[in-house]
């Protein structure tokens, strides 16, 4: 992360196994955090869509996880990190398209394999770290753009 400022906040939010009726929780109170901010639009637009993708991957595919949210004068950042069954092809799993959803998701409307390819289409950085049986972590960084008034 570029190293312009300070932390304005950082917060944990814990993801809990199981959770699907209480996914999407975590995305409005990121997007309520970072309107009292005054983040720009477009920036809780994208962070919004970033934190809704990865919590309910959290809640659909893990046994939980957490999402951290970290906001600077200059980036948003947003970490994902669960205990889930980790990415055997992480490049795979960034098509369009692409999903292991488990039926009774698919049921639910889920699992239509865009979940990942959304994150980081609204990114402007983004990485996935995974280990096959262990779990992943999956850091989005969208910057904040100023805009001159003058």
Same mark, same amino acid.
């Given at each position: 992360m570029p190293a312009e400022g300070g932390i304005l906040l950082r917060r944990v939010f814990p993801v809990p196994p199981d959770a699907i009726d209480q996914a999407g929780q975590v995305s409005t109170e990121v997007?309520?955090?970072?309107r009292g901010?005054?983040?720009?639009?477009?920036?809780?637009?994208?962070? $919004?869509?970033?934190?809704?993708e990865g919590e309910m991957n959290i809640a659909l595919y893990t046994k939980g996880?957490?999402?951290?949210?970290?906001v600077?004068?200059?980036?948003?950042?947003?970490?994902?990190?669960?205990? $889930?069954? $980790?990415?055997a092809d992480i490049e795979l799993v960034k098509q369009p398209?692409?999903? =292991?959803?488990? #039926?009774?998701?698919?049921?639910?409307g889920f699992g239509a394999g865009m979940g990942i390819p959304n994150m980081e289409k609204n990114? #402007?950085?983004f990485h996935i770290f995974s280990r096959v049986g262990q779990g992943t972590v999956i850091r989005a =960084?969208?910057?904040?753009?100023?805009h001159d008034p003058g």
């Open positions: 997007r309520r955090l970072l901010l005054g983040a720009e639009p477009e920036v809780v637009r994208r962070a $919004g869509i970033v934190c809704f996880g957490r999402i951290v949210l970290v600077r004068p200059e980036v948003v950042e947003l970490l994902f990190s669960d205990r $889930g069954p $980790g990415i398209g692409y999903s =292991t959803a488990p #039926d009774w998701a698919r049921e639910l990114s #402007d950085e =960084t969208i910057y904040r753009r100023r």
